[in-house]
C-alpha cells in the first residue's frame, strides 16, 4: 500500500523553523523533567506509603502527598507548550497517529483527570480514605503509567508514516496502537525509568529544604532520594543502550559515529548524567542543574530520531514561513514577565513560615 | 493496456517525497486517468490542503458529541475559574477589611473548592476540547494553530501563570501575609483573564473572520469584530459563574448569619453577571454574519430552539436566585444550589451549541467548511473530483465501477462530519422515503436548499455514487424508515 502523507498547511509556519524548534525542545525538556517528578513521586509514594506512623518514610509519603496535585498541575501546563509546537512543526504526522489511534488517545483526558482526582484525594482526606488512600495512589500510578504508554504509541505512530495507510484501510474507528513497533518498548522504559531518578533528586532537594527543621529527615530525606537517584540512574542507562540497539540500524548509526553531532549531543548526555552522578552526594543542586541539561541533551537526540525517521516524507524546515515579528515579540516580553511572575510566586510561597491569625485577632 | 501507459506513478527519477502514491493501477476509462493525473500533480506540488487527514469514524454518535461533551464542560468549568478568581480576592478583602474571620474561613474553603475543580477538571478538559477537536477535525485545529501559534503560546504563559497562583494562592491561607495573598491573588484572577482574551480573539474569528480574508494579518484575525463584545460577555459569564458556583459551598455553612450574608453575597454575582449577558449577547450578536443572525433566529428550527433554551434557562437561573437564595439565604440548601449550577451548566451548554451551530455551513467562517473542504479549493475539487483529489479515500480500482462503494466513501469525507448513517443526526432518517430524483436535486442545490450546510464538491459520477449509496441505506430497511413511501413531486416543491 502506498504511503500517503498530508500535505504542509497552507497558513505556512509562524517563524523560522529553527526557533519553533528550540521553543519545542525548550519546553519538552522543562514538561519532562515536571513528569518525572510527577511520576517518580508516585512511584516513591506507593514504597513509602504504608510505613508506619513516625517512620521517616511515612512523613516522606505525607509531603509527597502534598506535592503531586501541584506537580501534576505544573506537569500538565507544561505540556500545552511543546504539544503547540509539536502540532505546528509536525502536524501532518501527528494529526495523523492521533486520527488513526483516536479512542486510546481520547481516553487520556479521562484518565488524567480520575489519577490527578485521586492525588487531591489522596492529599485532602487521608484521614477519611484510611487504607483507601494507598489504593487510590495505586490507581493514579496506573492511570500515569498508561497514559505514558499511550504517548508512547502516538508519539512512535507519527514516526511511521509507512503504516498509516494501511492501518486506515483496515480500520477507520480509531482502534489503533503502534504494538507492533519494536522500539516502543524501549523507548517506553527509557522514558518511566528517568522518573525515579529525578524523583530521587526532588526527595533530596526535599531533605536539603527540611534541613534546619528536622535533621534527621533531611538526612533520611537525602539517602533515600541519593539511593533512588543511583539505582534510577543505572537502570537508565541500560534501557538507553537497549532503545539505541533498537532504533531503525540507519538511524542509530548516527548516534554511533556517523554523525559528529548526533553522536556529540548523545554523548554529552551521557556524561552530564554521570558528572550528575558524580557530584550528586556533595552538590545535590549541581547535580540537578547538570540532570536537567543531560535531560535537554536527550530531548535533542529524541528530535533528531523523529527528524530521520520523518525526513523522507515530513521536513518542518521545508514549510513556508509567514512570520509575524510583532507577535513573536510579543510572545518574548510575555514569557519574560510570566517567568518573572512564577519566580516571584514560588519566592512568596517558599518564604511563607507565619500565620495570618494575627490579622484578624484584632 | 491504459496501465502501462498510466502517468499515476511517480517517475524513477523523482525526488520522492512530499507526494502522494495514488493506489489507481487499472483504470478502464481515460477521462479517471487524465483526473487522477492532474490530481496527482497537485498534490505533489503541495498546493492543496483539503482532504488531509484521514476520518475517525464515530458510529453512533458523531465526533460533534464528544466534543460538544468536552466544550460544554470545560467552558463551565474554566469561566468559574476566570470569575472565582475576582470573588476570592474581593472576599478575602471584604473579610480583611472586616476582620470577620468567618468570611475569610469561607474564602478559605472555597478556595480549596476552586483550586480542586479548576486544577483538576478544567486544566485537563482545556486540554481535552483541543484533543477532541484535532481528532474530529484536524484540518480546522491545523489551520487555527498555524494561524494563531503565538497567540496560543502568549495564552499558554498566562496559562501557567494562572496555574502557579492558584496554587500558591492556596497554599498560602494562613501562611502568608495578608497584603502579598491578596497580591498572588490578583496575579491569579488577572493572569486567568488575560488567558480568556487571547483565546476569546480565536474563538470568534472562527465565527466573525473580519478583514483577515483580505489582509491575512494575524493582527485582523485575532482582533475581529466579535472579539470585543464576545470578551465582554464572557467577563459576564464569569461573574455569574462564580455567584453560582459559590452558592454551593456558601449554602452549606452552618453558622446562620455567616450563611445568611454570603448566600446573599454570592446570589448578588449572580444577579450581576446575567444582567449584563444580555446586553453584551446583543451587542454580541450585531457582529454576526447575517445568515448567522438568520440561523439563531428562525432559520433553523433546531437553532432557534436552542437559542430558546438557553434564554429560557438563564431567565430560571435569576429567577431561581431572586426568590431562592436572595430572598431566603438561611433556607438556600445545598441541593437547590445545585439545581441552579444545573440550570446555568444548560444554559452554557445551549448557548455553546447556538455559537456552535450558527457558523454553519463552516468551522472557519469563509475559510473552511465544516467538512474541512475550502470555498477556495471549491472549483478544482469539482473538476477534478472529490475522492481524485482525497489522499486517503480513493476507492480501489475494483471499487470503480460500484456507485454505492464511491458513495459511500464520498459520504464519508463530506458528509460524515456532521451526520452518521443511522445514529446521531442520522442520514438515513434525514432522507427517509426519498427517491432517487429528490435526493439528487437535494444534494445538486444542498448549499441553497438548505443554508446551515455546504455545497456539494465533486463530479456528477460522485454526485451519483452519493445518490445510490443513500438509497441503498432505505433499502438495508434497518428502521422505521425503510418502510416510508417515496415522497411525491408535491413534497418535493415543500421541500424547496
Given at each position: 500500500?502506498?504511503?500517503v502523507?498530508p ?12 526557533l519553533?524548534?528550540a521553543l519545542s525542545l525548550?519546553t519538552?525538556?522543562?514538561h519532562?523533567l515536571?513528569?518525572n517528578?510527577t511520576?517518580?513521586g508516585?512511584?516513591?509514594l506507593?514504597?513509602?506509603?504504608r ?8 512523613l516522606?509519603?505525607?509531603?509527597m ?6 506537580s501534576?498541575?505544573?506537569?500538565i501546563?507544561l505540556g500545552v ?8 512543526l509536525y ?7 492521533s ?5 486510546s ?6 484518565a488524567?483527570?480520575?489519577?490527578y ?9 487521608p ?5 483507601r ?5 495505586w ?6 503509567l498508561l497514559?505514558a504508554?499511550v504517548f508512547?504509541?502516538n508519539?512512535?505512530l507519527m ?8 492501518i486506515?484501510?483496515?480500520?477507520a474507528y480509531?482502534?489503533?496502537l ?6 516502543l518498548?524501549?523507548r517506553?522504559?527509557h ?7 529525578v ?5 533530596c532537594?526535599m531533605?536539603l529544604?527540611f534541613r534546619s527543621?528536622d ?11 541519593m ?5 534510577g ?7 538507553g543502550?537497549w ?6 540500524p540507519?538511524?542509530?548509526?548516527q548516534f ?9 549531543v548523545l554523548?554529552l548526555?551521557i ?8 557530584v ?6 549541581l547535580?540537578?542543574?547538570l540532570t ?7 530531548v ?8 530521520y525517521?520523518?525526513?523522507p ?6 514549510i513556508?514561513?509567514?512570520a ?7 510572545f518574548?516580553?510575555?514569557l ?5 511572575a512564577?519566580?516571584?510566586l514560588?519566592?512568596?510561597?517558599l518564604?511563607c513560615?507565619g500565620?495570618?491569625?494575627?490579622a484578624t485577632?484584632? | 493496456?491504459?496501465t502501462?501507459v498510466?502517468p ?8 520522492g517525497p ?5 493506489p489507481?493501477q ?6 479517471r486517468?487524465?483526473d487522477?493525473?492532474?490530481a496527482l500533480?497537485?498534490t505533489?506540488q503541495?498546493?492543496d490542503?483539503a ?23 470545560h467552558?463551565?468549568?474554566?469561566h468559574?475559574?476566570i ?7 474581593l472576599?478575602?478583602?471584604m473579610?480583611?477589611?472586616?476582620r ?8 478559605r474553603?472555597?478556595?480549596?473548592f ?10 485537563v478538559?482545556?486540554?481535552g ?13 491545523s ?9 496560543w ?5 498566562f496559562?501557567?501563570?494562572?496555574i ?5 494562592y492556596?497554599y498560602g ?8 495573598h491578596?497580591?498572588?491573588?490578583w ?5 486567568a ?8 480573539g ?5 465565527l466573525?473572520s473580519?478583514?483577515?480574508p483580505?489582509t491575512q494579518s494575524?493582527t485582523?484575525a485575532?482582533?475581529n469584530?466579535g472579539?470585543?463584545?464576545s ?9 455569574a459563574l462564580?455567584?453560582v458556583?459559590?452558592l ?9 448569619v ?10 448578588k454575582?449572580?444577579?450581576?453577571g ?5 446586553f ?22 433546531m437553532?432557534?430552539?436552542?437559542t430558546v ?7 430560571l ?7 431562592g437564595?436572595?430572598?431566603f439565604?438561611?433556607?438556600t ?8 449550577a ?6 452554557t ?8 451551530a450558527v457558523r454553519?455551513?463552516?468551522v472557519i467562517?469563509e ?9 477556495a479549493?471549491?472549483?478544482d475539487?469539482?473538476s ?16 470503480w ?5 464511491i458513495g459511500?466513501?464520498?459520504f464519508r ?12 443526526n442520522?442520514?438515513k ?5 426519498w ?7 437535494q444534494?445538486?442545490y444542498?448549499?441553497?436548499?438548505k443554508?446551515a450546510?455546504p455545497?456539494?464538491i465533486g ?6 455514487g452519493?445518490?445510490?449509496?443513500l438509497?441503498?441505506?432505505q433499502?438495508e430497511?434497518?428502521?422505521?424508515s ?5 415522497r411525491?413531486?408535491g ?6
Amino acid at each position: 500500500m502506498p504511503t500517503v502523507i498530508p500535505p504542509v498547511d497552507p497558513l505556512g509556519l509562524p517563524a523560522a523553523a529553527s526557533l519553533l524548534k528550540a521553543l519545542s525542545l525548550l519546553t519538552f525538556t522543562l514538561h519532562l523533567l515536571a513528569i518525572n517528578v510527577t511520576v517518580g513521586g508516585l512511584l516513591m509514594l506507593l514504597v513509602y506509603g504504608r510505613r508506619p506512623q513516625g517512620d521517616s518514610g511515612a512523613l516522606f509519603a505525607s509531603r509527597m502527598r502534598a506535592l503531586l496535585p501541584a506537580s501534576m498541575a505544573i506537569t500538565i501546563t507544561l505540556g500545552v507548550a511543546p504539544l503547540l509546537f509539536l502540532q505546528v512543526l509536525y502536524g501532518q504526522a501527528f494529526y495523523t497517529s492521533s486520527v488513526l489511534m483516536a479512542w486510546s488517545w481520547l481516553l487520556i483526558i479521562p484518565a488524567l483527570c480520575v489519577a490527578y482526582l485521586g492525588l487531591y484525594l489522596a492529599y485532602l482526606r487521608p484521614s477519611w480514605l484510611g487504607d483507601r488512600g494507598q489504593a487510590l495512589a495505586w490507581l493514579s500510578a496506573v492511570l500515569t503509567l498508561l497514559v505514558a504508554a499511550v504517548f508512547a504509541n502516538n508519539m512512535t505512530l507519527m514516526l511511521e508514516p509507512g503504516l498509516w495507510a494501511p492501518i486506515y484501510a483496515a480500520s477507520a474507528y480509531g482502534t489503533a496502537l503502534n504494538l507492533g513497533d519494536p522500539m516502543l518498548p524501549a523507548r517506553y522504559l527509557h522514558t518511566v525509568l528517568a522518573a525515579p531518578a529525578v524523583a530521587g533528586l526532588a526527595c533530596c532537594l526535599m531533605g536539603l529544604r527540611f534541613r534546619s527543621l528536622d535533621a534527621d529527615w533531611a538526612a533520611w530525606a537525602h539517602r533515600t532520594g541519593m539511593h533512588w537517584f543511583h539505582v534510577g540512574a543505572g537502570l537508565l542507562m541500560v534501557s538507553g543502550v537497549w532503545y539505541l540497539l533498537a532504533l531503525p540500524p540507519r538511524i542509530g548509526r548516527q548516534f554511533m559515529g556517523a554523525s559528529a553531532h548526533d553522536t556529540g549531543v548523545l554523548a554529552l548526555g551521557i556524561v552530564l548524567g554521570l558528572a550528575a552522578l558524580a557530584v550528586a552526594k556533595r552538590a545535590t543542586w549541581l547535580a540537578t542543574v547538570l540532570t536537567g541539561l543531560g535531560v535537554g541533551c536527550m530531548v535533542m537526540a529524541r528530535h533528531r530520531v523523529r527528524e530521520y525517521m520523518l525526513a523522507p516524507h515530513v521536513n518542518a524546515a521545508g514549510i513556508p514561513v509567514h512570520a509575524d515579528n510583532g507577535w513573536a515579540a510579543a510572545f518574548a516580553v510575555t514569557l519574560v514577565l510570566g517567568v518573572a511572575a512564577v519566580v516571584w510566586l514560588v519566592r512568596c510561597a517558599l518564604r511563607c513560615r507565619g500565620s495570618r491569625e494575627g490579622a484578624t485577632s484584632g | 493496456m491504459l496501465t502501462k501507459v498510466s502517468p499515476l506513478r511517480p517517475p524513477v527519477d523523482d525526488p520522492g517525497p512530499p507526494y502522494v502514491s495514488l493506489p489507481v493501477q487499472d483504470i478502464g476509462d481515460v477521462r479517471r486517468i487524465c483526473d487522477f493525473s492532474r490530481a496527482l500533480r497537485r498534490t505533489r506540488q503541495g498546493k492543496d490542503a483539503a482532504l488531509n487527514y484521514p476520518i475517525w469514524d464515530v458510529p453512533l454518535t458523531g465526533g460533534g458529541l464528544l466534543i460538544a461533551a468536552v466544550a460544554v464542560v470545560h467552558v463551565f468549568i474554566s469561566h468559574f475559574a476566570i470569575g472565582g478568581g475576582l470573588f476570592l480576592v474581593l472576599t478575602e478583602r471584604m473579610g480583611l477589611r472586616a476582620r470577620d474571620a468567618g468570611v475569610l474561613g469561607f474564602a478559605r474553603h472555597h478556595t480549596n473548592f476552586l483550586t480542586l475543580v479548576i486544577l483538576v477538571f478544567g486544566a485537563v478538559t482545556g486540554v481535552g476540547i483541543w484533543w477532541t477537536i484535532a481528532l474530529v477535525n484536524p484540518t480546522a485545529v491545523s489551520a487555527l494553530i498555524h494561524l494563531f501559534a503565538w497567540v496560543w503560546a502568549i495564552e499558554w504563559v498566562f496559562f501557567l501563570v494562572e496555574i502557579v497562583a492558584a496554587l500558591v494562592y492556596r497554599y498560602g491561607w494562613d501562611r502568608m501575609d495578608p497584603r502579598t495573598h491578596q497580591a498572588v491573588g490578583w496575579v491569579y484572577f488577572g493572569s486567568a483573564w488575560l488567558s480568556l482574551l487571547m483565546i476569546n480573539g480565536i474563538l470568534t474569528f472562527m465565527l466573525t473572520s473580519g478583514k483577515w480574508p483580505e489582509t491575512q494579518s494575524l493582527t485582523d484575525a485575532w482582533l475581529n469584530p466579535g472579539m470585543l463584545p464576545s470578551l465582554v460577555m464572557r467577563s459576564a459569564v464569569c461573574v455569574a459563574l462564580a455567584g453560582v458556583y459559590a452558592l454551593i459551598t456558601s449554602s452549606q455553612l452552618t453558622d446562620l448569619v455567616l450563611k445568611e450574608r454570603m448566600v446573599r453575597y454570592s446570589a448578588k454575582w449572580v444577579i450581576a453577571g446575567a444582567t449584563a449577558i444580555p446586553f453584551a449577547g446583543l451587542w454580541f450578536a450585531g457582529t454576526l454574519p447575517d445568515q448567522a443572525r438568520f440561523l439563531a433566529s428562525g432559520g433553523t428550527p433546531m437553532v432557534t430552539a436552542f437559542t430558546v433554551a438557553s434564554l429560557l434557562l438563564s431567565g430560571l437561573l435569576v429567577a431561581g436566585t431572586l426568590f431562592g437564595p436572595m430572598l431566603f439565604p438561611r433556607q438556600t440548601h445545598v441541593t437547590f444550589a445545585c439545581v441552579l449550577a444545573a440550570l446555568a451548566l444548560g444554559a452554557t451548554g445551549a448557548t455553546e451549541w447556538v455559537r456552535e451551530a450558527v457558523r454553519k455551513p463552516y468551522v472557519i467562517y469563509e475559510y473552511m467548511y465544516s467538512n474541512s473542504l475550502r470555498p477556495a479549493d471549491l472549483a478544482d475539487i469539482s473538476s477534478l473530483g472529490l475522492l481524485a483529489s482525497s489522499r486517503w479515500h480513493v476507492p480501489a480500482k475494483a471499487d470503480w465501477d460500484d456507485p454505492i462503494k464511491i458513495g459511500r466513501s464520498v459520504f464519508r469525507v463530506q458528509c460524515s462530519s456532521c451526520h452518521t448513517v443511522s445514529g446521531l443526526n442520522s442520514i438515513k432518517f434525514a432522507t427517509r422515503g426519498w427517491d432517487k430524483a429528490l435526493l439528487d436535486q437535494q444534494i445538486q442545490y444542498l448549499n441553497t436548499l438548505k443554508g446551515a450546510m455546504p455545497p456539494f464538491i465533486g463530479t456528477d459520477e460522485e454526485r451519483g455514487g452519493l445518490v445510490a449509496y443513500l438509497i441503498s441505506l432505505q433499502a438495508e430497511g434497518a428502521g422505521p424508515s425503510a418502510a416510508l413511501p417515496a415522497r411525491s413531486e408535491g413534497d418535493r416543491l415543500c421541500l424547496r
